[in-house]
């Protein structure tokens, strides 16, 4: 019996390579020069930590961590972008929540999408992920398709397909 699992992961090599990307890029500016900054990630936290000096240049350092991680393949609807708010020492700081797996809501949001659809498969909630299986692969894909055209708020990823 046809099976896959559908899930919402962060590749954590790329969210590197595009903070050490946006490190660099500021370093190369010359707008930063003799200037405090901060791009920090917290992977237990699930959150990446920017501060600066002033809101102009912590905007700046969040458009460079925006076309970095872009251009390291992450979608857009895995950050959550805090507001802004003032740090230590008249500094600007900001949190962006990485939003890595699927919650209860989105879980039983995908579910009930997969059943009013009334394609014969069965979709099962596993803690952060949701199982599909159904008697035919061809069943399968059409909802891979439905759920990519549902335009949910986070990315989704199809990962163990048995056949």
Known sequence: MPSLDIV????????DNAINNTRKAIMNRFDFRNTKYEIELNKKDKKIHIQAEDDGKQAAIREMFINAAIKRGLDMKSFEFGECEPGPAGNSKRDI?????????????ITKLIKESKIKVQASIQGDEVRLSGKQIDDLRSCMTLLNQSGLELPLQYVNMKS
């Open 97 to 109: 929540k990485l939003r890595d797996g699927l919650e209860g809501e989105l879980a039983k949001k």
């Open 8 to 15: 919402s992961r962060i590749d954590f090599a790329e969210l």
